[in-house]
């Protein structure tokens, strides 16, 4: 990377159904804590990206056009980025992009969902001819690739449990996480009500409303902040067509460059040793063996394993969504950015009870019928400085 | 700054209603005419990005199927705006900045004719609280924002409807036109009011369309274009939401866009030979001709929206047909501006100049 790029700026709202604020206040409150972690007042910001799922989620058409106040955006440019799921990481990136090709010092990425001023499953249940008229919602897409990984590996079915307990375990740190459940067990999760087989209600996300900020600027400016930068070793983007006949969906490949991508740019030759935590985009539990196969950090078919052995949990060598991850909180429109951002409040060390020993980390995000992903690496040295 | 410059442009025919043709069957023919003028394979393109609206689609993820006519595989590099695909462009330019690759694809997909009732579309797109459950009709803060263009002297009714005849005379030129041919003002005058002092022909009749620019950087884009439509300046920017606290008859989000792409380019408005404005209503190429200083430039040589407006992709079209009148050399410097939202309350400049 031509320049040096680094996150100096994180806020984030608690994660919860938030009926006593509107959206333009809760898209505030992630604002005012960036810009106060950046020490940065509005006059400082060049540019606005906002991250949204579909509209149709919550009702307000093009929002970046009533948020305009509340995120501080009248007079700059602001650019309202829809991919999926996938969105917040992308916003990050577009965000990135406009600091590394020079157009902009400070950029600020906002994003947020408040599904509980919509119905969420109706929104995804689209009509004929598009999806079957099921009312099945994301669960119902999911639920066979899940099966057709548990063939292909032959992982047993309590590694989806475990993962619900480890990640509601982690939850019980973060103030911000959705869902705290601190005496959840495995058995709990195992009768909780089947969904989709094999998805049981315990192993989904609950339907979240929330919002993330994150200020980005140039290595001018990371380099005087109060608190330590996350500068950024590598980011990507890939997107690949949903359906067609022989599309792996269980691995698939815009994954696999997306990552290969972003490890590139960091020099990381093998991930699983050179990254420290991953923050990942695990909507459902049986996601955490198959995106650490996807991008690299388990081998195929092994990621079950690391599961097994406990190399995920919080204490482990390898700790996936210590912030208690999208099964502990899922406003959509902001789940990728919150990704991003908790990878780079780890690598600042800024993470609070739920810090591990992280020196470099991934934000993950991904979407559509995981057709769309988004990765980047962040790290608490400057790149190419003990690398 | 890397020199980026439109190398090809195609549009679908603005139709009232096109339901014959899905959202990728819409955008596959426009894509390979676009590709096929640029003279590159579809593997030769290092980013694509677009900008449509689930909103006019009635569903979720709608763009998602326009992916099929891209051919997202192998794997591709690919973002999208949720709004006018003028952002995209924006999008496209500040990728190609990175030096991470020579050629960008965008385009651009609109269905106005979807929705069966504007009327509960449009106002989606304001303060959920305090605005839209006055429920606006479509047209209803255009027509405010008209009322005082011409209390402030901007424009009159009849200086409206001769703008309107004015678009769809220069609109008989283009094939690709939703409505054209040569009025008269008088007679325009004679219609009824849809949201006074609007009338029917005063507001960009919506239709459906798609659009694709490819653009190419460098000496990629002087390979692929005789006379390459060079992107000097690309600027956007927000104006406040509430109607009720802006002067509609001023767009300091225009002008300010406008500033800062003239930085970036080294010419001003008062220099462009030719503009493209993204007038939803014909009141406001007043409130824009205004605002940016034009200076003598012929607006809206293809007709502009009042002769077709796709919905989201009205404002890509306005850079494409900028583009166009370079790459054919009749105008030497021209501007296109996009917009987004209720009266101009989001603009883009976008300036262009070909080879002196």
Known sequence: MSRGIAVTGVGQSKQAKRREVSIGAMVREAVTEAMADAELTFADIDAVVLSKTPDLFDGVMNPELYLADAMGAVGLPVTRVFTGGSVGGHAAIFGAHLVQAGLAERVLVVAYSKESEGNFTWALSRGLPFSAPLGAGAGGHFAPVIREYIRRSGAPEHIGWQVAVNHRLNAVRNPYAHVHRPDITVEEVRDSRMLWDPIRYLESCPSSDGSCAIVVTGEEHAGHTPRPPAWIHGMAWRTETGHFAGRDEVNPKAGQECAADAYRQAGIDDPPAQVDVAELYIPYSWYEPIWLENIGLA????????????????????????????????????????????????????????????????????????????????????????? | MRDVAVVAFAQSPCQVANRRDDMADILLPVIREAVETAGIDRDDVDFVVSGS????????????????????????????????????????????????????????????????DLDQVVPAQLDPYFLAPLAPHRDAIAGLQAHAAIEAGLTSEQGMAEVVARCLNAATDNPLAQRSGHVDVARLLDAPYVSSPLREHDVAPVGDAAAVVVLAADDAARRLAERPAWVRGVDHRMDTHYPGVRDLTESPSTQRAAGRAAEQAGFSMSDVDIAELHTEYSHQEAVLTNALGLNGAVVNPSGGPLAGRPVTATGLIRMGEAARRIRDGKADRALAHATSGQALQQNLICLLEGDG
């Open chain 2, 53 to 116: 609206h689930d909103f006019y689609e009635g569903r979720t993820f709608s763009y998602i199927d326009s992916l099929d006519a891209v051919g997202a595989w192998p794997p591709i590099s690919e973002s999208h705006v949720e709004s006018d695909a003028a952002w995209a462009l924006a999008e496209a330019w500040s990728w190609l900045q990175l030096g991470e690759g020579d050629i960008a694809l965008v385009y651009g997909i609109g269905r106005g004719s979807l929705p069966t």
């Open chain 1, 299 to 387: 081998a195929e078919g092994g990621g079950w394993k690391l599961v097994e052995d406990g190399r995920t949990t919080f204490d482990g060598d390898l700790p996936v969504n210590p912030s208690g991850g999208v099964l502990s909180g899922n406003p959509t429109g902001a789940t990728g950015l919150l990704r991003f951002a908790e990878a780079a409040l780890q690598v600042r060390g800024l993470a609070g009870e739920h810090q591990v020993d992280a020196r470099r980390a991934i934000g993950h995000a991904m979407g559509g019928a995981s057709q769309f992903h988004a990765l980047w690496v962040v790290g608490s040295d400057k790149p190419g400085v003990n690398t």
